[in-house]
């Protein structure tokens, strides 16, 4: 009988002894019964909407999971020419908007890019992506947000120049973190993975007095990444007293191996990283160190964790001192008087502000002070035309400033000062310049390249190298904890890492925190939700009551959804795990 | 090879003997014995079957219908509540058309809890689609579960072999086990015409409207008539291969009888001696083993009853608010008949209580002296 029609038995005797099927139903197109359908779409995960560096976290995560590291590394570098940096460094805020956070504890995302990253084959580096345009980038400062604009630029078939005042490129990653957090030979396999793309570094070349600012103009475009390298100051004239430092000014001394003599007693003024991190080091170098913070811990801008172990090592954090002055004898700092205070109303940064008690004055004796209340750009040299404001350069959401072809980012153009943001600022450039130097405008791509809606950008959707269902999620939309179906998952530990013993991290400045075995890689990227992105786990293949799901590797989902017979039903994007499909109207 | 086997191991050897494939079962007293060998016997090798645990009567037997469904035979057997928990997918099994065979023990129902023999939990199934032997002792239920594969098999209908709780499951007695070889000649391997296939996609038991249900159903209906005959066919041949034939029914003495005793499963052992003594003495009294219930061998009970003048019933069951069940269905078979004769329905035996030679005899002597029975059902065999 024809598949195509109905059967019929017209006597008795023709029906089978048994309620068996004699043809098929496929005549039978229940699809017309259907008036609202599923359809795959990946969404955003809100870790890759959550990382300022714009990492394609869960593609990683999927990599690792799947047993390939080194595919996990490549993914990363797509991005992000720093994930060993950022694996040690970044205080992580993909895992403060994991959605396993409110489940049972979020991915430790940062120690699986370090594991990724660690498993880098070792003789391979990434490629150029494009042939020679012949156009030449100039870059001014190598800290991650130059470096960044620099890889992206190279691998996009630029000639790119990159100026370091310094003696060696890195900037805040080679001459503020302090080496028992990122240890320098890591930095600079990194820093090699960019010079192998022949990117040019020139170190001990500053642009403004080394080379003028009209050189620039040799360049098709100019990208100003020159980092905060003015410590703020106290405002008080004791502040030239001997034995007062300024934080960036002891973290660059340190990580040149130049160490400073310090006294038996440091007292440090600050609360944010680099106040942690030079206490952190003057406690290895054999000195008893103290935090004095204006606020309370919980306004302090430095990374929770950096506090915690700072505490655990044996620095005493003081809250709500405010300066008074320094105490000096003989032009040398012998101690710092400070005076209590109490929270008082918010300031515009959300945190309350400090109101000394007035009479409250107190004294702690010192040999070292070392400030460290916060870093500004010296934007002196610059054409005084390019637009600032508070001391930042002010650039659009892709890096421009006001000078067509000038473009900035990192420390100096950011309100906010990390590692993650500086790559993030660094990618966002590296895509106008290249738009611009092709004479499209980057408005063109920001749909497209934009991953959810705080601001991070991938270079791999730009350039369109990335996995072809990555570029589904067109609706830009970020799934929430609500939207998964937990039936799927179980509790399971996250998983640590490794950490020195404080007796042995005192011994110097190896580094403190360890990876993660293979092992517990694995098991650590098995928690992951793989949040609105498809991981063929057949859920909807297996549970469509009308076999209207088939598997077709043609299609970029691995899935084919035939419609003919579909009816609407719903229940493969009920049951899909990670909500990788919507339902929408016919 | 003669073996001195219990009831339920004599099931167990022919369910080896029959080359089960497949067996799934739940424990329940007085049954449990008869899986319990055949794990034995898995686990030795001597059956080379697929032992399925499960975690109630319900699954033993949908995982029997699985397997049947993929063309395997399969076993598995219960009692009492257990079979009664299996209900829905005895409906299922038969409406699939499944030739499973399975054995129940009888034993009552509760509450009150009792272990022991009556037929009520397999009458109860009555309606189900099965076509249900009730056997006489050991060697029949040996002999039964390899007929009810060769039976099950040409109608594709389930079978149930139902027997006496303790009377035979626990009971020792001298069974002759046929030959594997003699087996293997006279049973065919399962050969089902439909099967599920992955080479031969088909959907199995789906939906089927109005207007084909009730053609399919009266398919059915015509299975249990042809399988009246086939069971009579296949007691015959079994008996032309191993040398004991069996019947649908057994007809011992009716020829001239003027009363006939009826019976089924192990009380029918007392009543041959009960009516052997009193013919003996002269009385026309026959003997009527009633040995197929379902179907119900209805022309060959007309038949035989068409020149007694009494039929009396024995009863080891009760459908509540009527009749013991036998005698029920002789009333409503003999209904329209000109010669009917006079039924009397006698209930004993209920719960393990035994039907005793003076027990029948005191029947028979009661439903001699009356011209017509005191009430529908007499109960008999109680405390005063």
Redo the contacts between chains.
Sequence with gaps: MPEEEPIV?DT?SQ????????GSMLWNKTGSWRYIKPRYMNKVPPCNQGCPAGNDIENFIQQIGLGDPAAAWRILKEENPFPKVCGRVCYHPCESVCNRDEFDRAIAIHALERFAAEHAPPDERPAKLRPDSSKRVAIVGSGPAGLTAAYHLARMGHSVTVFEAKEKPGGLMRYGIPGYRLPQDVLEAEIDDIRSLGVKMKCKQVVGRDVAWDEMKAFSAVFLSIGVHKNRLLGFASEGARGVRSGLEFLDSVARGDVPALGEKTVIVGGGNAAIDAARCALRLGSEVSIYYHRSRKEMPAFEEEVYEAEREGVAIHFLAQPVDIITEDNRAVGFQFRKALLGEQDPSGRRTPVPIPGTEFDVSADTIITAIGETSDLAWLPPDLQTEQGRIVIDQFGLTNHPGVFAGGDTALTTHNVAYAIGSGKAAACAIDSSLNDKPIENFQDRIIVGGKGAVSVSRYLETGKAHAANDSSGQVVAFSELNLNYFEPQARRKTQKLSIAERMTGFEEVNGGLSDQHARLEADRCFHCGVCTLCDNCYVFCPDVAVTKNSQMPEGYEIVYDYCKGCGICVYECPRSAMIMEDE | MKKVLMGNHAASWGVRLSRVKMIAAYPITPQTHIVEELSEMCADGSLDAKFLKVESEHSAMASVIAAETTGVRSFTASSSNGLALMHELLHWAAGARLPIVMVNVNRALAPGWNIWADQSDSLSQRDTGWVQLYVEDNQEVLDSVIQGYRVAEQVNLPVMICYDAFYLSHTYEPVDIPDQEQVDQWLPPFAPEYFLNPENPQAFNGLVMPDNYMEMRFNLHQAHEKAKTVVNDVGSAFGERFGRSYGAIEAVSCEDAELIVITSSSATSPARIVTQQLREKGMKIGLLKVRMFRPFPTEEIREILANAKKAVVIDRNFSWGKSGIFADEIRSVMANQSDAPVIFGYVAGLGGKSITPALIQEIVEEADRNDRPEALSIWKGMKA
């Design positions: 038995y008795q029906l089978p002894e048994k309620v068996v099927s004699e």
